[in-house]
């Protein structure tokens, strides 16, 4: 289907239309050709929904899966160049530009969609329209280009699968998404313990980072030291790593396979993977009670959402405890910390808070912190998370 200008990008504010399409099947022809370059979508994450010729070079769209929507314009493409294109030089100058959107993940690129790099901002020049122009240099076997490393639903599959074979934790399918894939719960050995922590992450598929964060945060749960040993002795921990994967698999931007923004509809549950990952936690807190619930996304800075101020939940002294020792620890690289952060909407954590009485935090990553400071910060609040669970289980009565 060359060419793919048309009315296309309109029908995308219809998510039953939508161009996005579920990638993971073979590609039986590329996306869009624009002289000699072609664009294809056929892998997991891959967003892109028109292309068309400019006298500069090709103008792509992206475009959400419903409008309006919270500025979060997922990208994700692969091109290839034709051998006869412009001269010798792969050198290509491509625009990019967003529906209801503008510019805000800065390019990453690939030559096999396994090791990214971001692209230098010389590269990158974005319009006063919102829009972006990228060049690239194309090898012969093409670039993948995306607004993030895509964490997909097969990596983060893998990633849990490992965990959960090393360390027996048990899998059951928490709910069924609109689109009829698995959203998949985890959950370590419940017998003689205490309480339970419960991690959920990708209620918004673009959020990479805070999806990085949540591998590194469980890690350092699972290390054979004597901090986690002693922790999973006293705790249950309770793993939903993917609760929009139709999501992240089409590329949206925000919401599921029905265009609803999940991380709004923890209270009114209008759809399954909400309805169905509240009952799962339902049912373990009926075995084990919840003590404290976090949810792992991203936004433009780090920041950790908790409590509001006059609030203190169960465990009590706990929210204002970690922020102390977590300050005095991370110096400069401590995230912001807000109590204020939109207490009344039906969010997966103020649902915890109101359900369960205990604390219920997100944590969001900035979209371009360093891997290694998410995974420094991550690990850091890990370890004074179970220091403080643990002091406070000591505690007499
Ligand atoms: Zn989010």
Request: net charge negative.
């Amino acid at each position: 289907m060359p060419n793919k200008v048309l009315s296309v990008c309109l029908l995308c504010a219809l998510i039953s239309a939508c161009a996005s399409t579920d990638k993971a099947a073979t590609e039986v022809e590329p996306f869009c050709r624009v002289g000699n370059l072609t664009f294809h979508t056929d892998f997991e994450a891959a967003a892109l929904h028109g292309c068309a010729p400019d006298t500069l070079g090709p103008v792509l769209t992206i475009a959400p899966e419903y409008a309006p929507i919270n500025p979060s314009p997922w990208y994700a493409w692969r091109v290839t160049a034709g051998p006869n294109s412009f001269g010798n030089s792969g050198e290509r100058s491509i625009t990019q530009r967003y529906l209801h959107g503008w510019h805000r993940y800065p390019p990453w690129t690939s030559p096999d969609g396994e090791h990214w790099e971001r692209l230098p901002d010389s590269r990158v020049s974005v319009a006063g329209d919102g829009s972006v122009t990228l060049q690239l240099d194309i090898p012969p076997d093409g670039l993948y280009v995306a607004a993030q490393p895509p964490l997909t639903s097969t990596a983060m599959e893998r990633w849990v699968s490992d965990l959960a074979a090393a360390n027996g934790l048990q899998s059951s399918q928490a709910a069924q998404s609109v689109g009829g894939r698995p959203v998949t719960a985890y959950e370590s050995d419940v017998s003689g313990r205490r309480g339970s922590l419960v991690l959920v992450s990708r209620q918004h598929p673009p959020e990479v980072t805070g999806g990085l964060a949540y591998q590194d945060f469980v890690e350092r749960l699972f290390v054979d030291d004597d901090l986690g040993m002693r922790f999973r002795g006293r705790f249950v921990i309770g793993l939903v790593p993917e609760i929009n994967p139709d999501g992240v698999n089409r590329g949206h931007w925000r919401t599921n396979r029905r265009g609803v923004d999940l991380n709004r509809d923890w209270g009114p549950f209008t759809q399954p993977e909400t309805r169905g990952v509240a009952e799962w936690i339902n049912r373990l807190n009926e075995r084990v009670p919840i003590q404290l619930f976090m949810d792992f996304h991203s936004t433009s800075y780090d920041v950790f959402y908790m409590p509001h101020a006059s609030d203190d939940p169960a465990p009590p002294g706990f929210a204002g405890a970690w922020l102390a020792n977590l300050n005095a620890r991370l110096g400069d690289d401590m995230p912001a910390w807000s109590g204020q952060h939109n207490p009344g909407l039906p969010t997966a954590k103020s649902w915890a808070r109101k359900q369960f009485g205990v604390v219920g935090m997100t944590y969001e990553v900035g979209d371009t912190t360093p891997r290694e400071r998410i995974r420094r910060v991550a690990q850091a609040a890990a370890e004074e998370m179970m220091k403080l669970m643990l002091q406070i289980e000591d505690k007499p009565r």
